[in-house]
């Protein structure tokens, strides 16, 4: 029997030259939960960094197109309000050197357009710092003093858009101390934005001047934090929804094959079993009955010390023919066709057939229920279950108790059939092993009883429970489908002793 039940467990060993190695167990639900959640905080994280920068880039440059479209338009009014020469532009007039060589207009009237147009800029909302650069990157005006006059060397930010077309450039960051535009008045509290607004000749080819705006638009900086909040909390709470609920499926997912798994591999371990039952049941057949005759025929002229040691022979044969027998009937294919079946009836006849044994044993018998109620089954099948569980309980009481039997109907549905003893119960252990295929408690068992029990009942969707305490007792629980148009019959008056 050792090699039996060895047998469905070798299939999940390798051969490395011939060498058996026990195959590594691959656990599905550890890996998804550390690979998924790895790649959903990737994705999930990639996407918060990609939409905050787009939604503050996009924030940014539409501030900056507005500023843009302010400073330019300010620019033309004050060109047209000086009534200066057509064609002449603001940016010819914001390089105070070049005043002496306009010969359309006054030195007087090229610097108060300027003055007028500078003072706008300045008084610009949330302006940290404004500067006007000529040509030569030399700062013409600011609204820092200290910064008029000093030449920007080596600013990449300030070629690109000196060679730029575009209306503005504009970028945020953090103040720099070694960048020497950045003389704030102020600091600013946050991040702060830097735009570059050209200003044209009147071709709209050349840049003839360079402003430059640093804000800090404290409406625009609440807009990008609620932004980051909202951004962050969306991606954060629909990577944790898309990682459980991708997680509930796996680990579900997971029960199956492991269910799935237990099935096989007990399913495995009836075909090894029963392709050796066979032999060994047409092997052991005849000798046993060869055997057991000539025991027979010894007892009759034995004298009365040797019955004892035939009696003996005779009750070892039939117990091998047992095993025999039972190994045939777990392992024979089994119809799927249901039948309704008098489920008190087979209790009865199931009763009957052990009444020598319970009265032997000293057992109290006590049943409880209606007097018919009809289930889902067949009727070999549900014999087969009840002798199993009655041969249990009996072997559990050897020097007497109470057996229970009870039946009782569950929402019209289903009828659940208990069976009770007070024998010696099991350990936790036994209990949670007791519908493995091939484990016993018994002495000599074979250990298939309990597992067929099991298998018949979810074969016809009904399904078993055990529950034990040693030194207590045992509890088994059947529970079946209520079969259609089956006669439920009356409460049964009283039990049966």
Same mark, same amino acid.
Not at 381 to 401: D, H, K, R, V, Y
């Given at each position: 029997?050792?090699?039996?039940?060895?047998?469905?467990?070798?299939?999940?060993?390798?051969?490395?030259?011939?060498?058996?190695?026990?195959?590594?167990? *691959?656990?599905?639900?550890?890996?998804?939960?550390?690979?998924?959640?790895?790649?959903?905080?990737?994705?999930?994280?990639?996407?918060?960094?990609?939409?905050?920068?787009?939604?503050?880039?996009?924030?940014?440059?539409?501030?900056?197109?507005?500023?843009?479209?302010?400073?330019?338009?300010?620019?033309?009014?004050?060109?047209?309000?000086?009534?200066?020469?057509?064609?002449?532009?603001?940016?010819?007039?914001?390089?105070?050197?070049?005043?002496?060589?306009?010969?359309?207009?006054?030195? !007087?009237?090229?610097?108060?357009?300027?003055?007028?147009?500078?003072?706008?800029?300045?008084?610009?909302?949330?302006?940290?710092?404004?500067?006007?650069?000529?040509?030569?990157?030399?700062?013409?005006?600011?609204?820092?003093?200290?910064?008029?006059?000093?030449?920007?060397?080596?600013?990449?930010?300030?070629?690109?858009?000196?060679?730029?077309?575009?209306?503005?450039?504009?970028?945020?960051?953090?103040?720099?101390?070694?960048?020497?535009?950045?003389?704030? &008045?102020?600091?600013?509290?946050?991040?702060?934005?830097?735009?570059?607004?050209?200003?044209?000749?009147?071709?709209?080819?050349?840049?003839?001047?360079?402003?430059?705006?640093?804000?800090?638009?404290?409406?625009?900086?609440?807009?990008?934090?609620?932004?980051?909040?909202?951004?962050?909390?969306?991606?954060?709470?629909?990577?944790?929804?898309?990682?459980?609920? &991708?997680?509930?499926?796996?680990?579900?997912?997971?029960?199956?094959?492991?269910?799935?798994?237990?099935?096989?591999?007990?399913?495995?371990?009836?075909?090894?079993?029963?392709?050796?039952?066979?032999?060994?049941?047409?092997?052991?057949?005849?000798?046993?009955?060869?055997?057991?005759?000539?025991?027979? &025929?010894?007892?009759?002229?034995?004298?009365?010390?040797?019955?004892?040691?035939?009696?003996?022979?005779?009750?070892?044969?039939?117990?091998?023919?047992?095993?025999?027998?039972?190994?045939?009937?777990?392992?024979?294919?089994?119809?799927?066709?249901?039948?309704?079946?008098?489920?008190?009836?087979?209790?009865?006849?199931?009763?009957?057939?052990?009444?020598?044994?319970?009265?032997?044993?000293?057992?109290?018998?006590?049943?409880?229920?209606? !007097?018919?109620?009809?289930?889902?089954?067949?009727?070999?099948?549900?014999?087969?279950?009840?002798?199993?569980?009655?041969?249990?309980?009996?072997?559990?009481?050897?020097?007497?108790?109470?057996?229970?039997?009870?039946?009782?109907?569950?929402?019209?549905?289903? !009828?659940?059939?208990?069976?009770?003893?007070?024998?010696?119960?099991?350990?936790?252990?036994?209990?949670?092993?007791?519908?493995?295929?091939?484990?016993?408690?018994?002495?000599?068992?074979?250990?298939?009883?309990? !597992?067929?029990?099991?298998?018949?009942?979810?074969?016809?969707?009904?399904?078993?429970?055990?529950?034990?305490?040693?030194?207590?007792?045992?509890?088994?629980?059947?529970? *079946?489908?209520?079969?259609?148009?089956?006669?439920?019959?009356?409460?049964?008056?009283?039990?049966?002793?």
């Amino acid at each position: 029997m050792q090699m039996l039940e060895n047998q469905a467990s070798d299939k999940a060993r390798a051969t490395t030259n011939g060498v058996a190695v026990p195959l590594r167990e *691959f656990n599905l639900l550890r890996w998804f939960s550390i690979i998924s959640l790895l790649i959903i905080a990737s994705v999930a994280g990639g996407l918060g960094y990609v939409s905050t920068r787009f939604v503050v880039r996009d924030s940014v440059e539409r501030d900056a197109m507005l500023t843009a479209q302010f400073i330019q338009a300010m620019a033309q009014a004050e060109v047209r309000h000086s009534q200066l020469p057509p064609g002449t532009t603001m940016g010819e007039l914001l390089d105070p050197r070049l005043d002496q060589q306009h010969l359309q207009f006054t030195p !007087a009237l090229a610097e108060s357009t300027r003055v007028e147009f500078l003072d706008h800029v300045e008084h610009l909302p949330d302006t940290l710092l404004a500067n006007v650069y000529a040509r030569d990157r030399t700062i013409v005006w600011s609204t820092n003093p200290a910064l008029i006059g000093q030449r920007i060397e080596a600013d990449g930010d300030l070629d690109r858009a000196f060679r730029s077309r575009k209306a503005v450039s504009a970028s945020y960051h953090q103040a720099e101390d070694d960048r020497e535009e950045q003389k704030f &008045l102020r600091e600013p509290r946050y991040l702060f934005i830097e735009n570059y607004i050209p200003l044209f000749d009147s071709q709209g080819e050349q840049v003839m001047a360079m402003v430059e705006i640093y804000k800090e638009p404290q409406d625009l900086v609440r807009r990008i934090q609620r932004g980051y909040v909202l951004i962050w909390a969306s991606t954060l709470v629909g990577g944790a929804l898309i990682y459980f609920g &991708l997680f509930w499926i796996v680990r579900r997912a997971a029960h199956l094959l492991n269910l799935q798994q237990d099935r096989l591999v007990a399913s495995e371990t009836y075909v090894a079993l029963g392709e050796m039952s066979s032999a060994v049941a047409h092997s052991l057949r005849n000798p046993l009955a060869n055997i057991r005759s000539s025991a027979e &025929l010894a007892q009759e002229i034995a004298n009365p010390a040797a019955q004892k040691n035939i009696t003996d022979i005779i009750s070892q044969v039939d117990r091998m023919s047992r095993w025999v027998r039972d190994l045939l009937v777990s392992l024979r294919p089994t119809s799927d066709e249901a039948e309704a079946v008098d489920l008190v009836a087979a209790i009865e006849d199931t009763r009957l057939a052990f009444v020598q044994q319970i009265e032997r044993s000293g057992v109290r018998f006590c049943y409880e229920g209606p !007097a018919a109620q009809w289930v889902t089954s067949q009727p070999l099948q549900l014999t087969q279950i009840l002798n199993t569980l009655f041969s249990n309980a009996l072997e559990a009481m050897p020097s007497g108790g109470l057996l229970g039997a009870q039946v009782n109907v569950q929402d019209g549905q289903r !009828a659940e059939f208990v069976l009770s003893d007070t024998g010696k119960g099991m350990s936790q252990q036994q209990e949670r092993m007791v519908f493995k295929p091939f484990y016993t408690t018994k002495q000599g068992g074979l250990g298939v009883g309990l !597992a067929l029990v099991k298998r018949i009942m979810e074969r016809f969707g009904g399904s078993v429970s055990l529950s034990s305490r040693e030194e207590e007792g045992t509890r088994v629980s059947l529970t *079946f489908n209520i079969a259609a148009g089956g006669d439920h019959g009356a409460q049964h008056p009283g039990g049966r002793g």
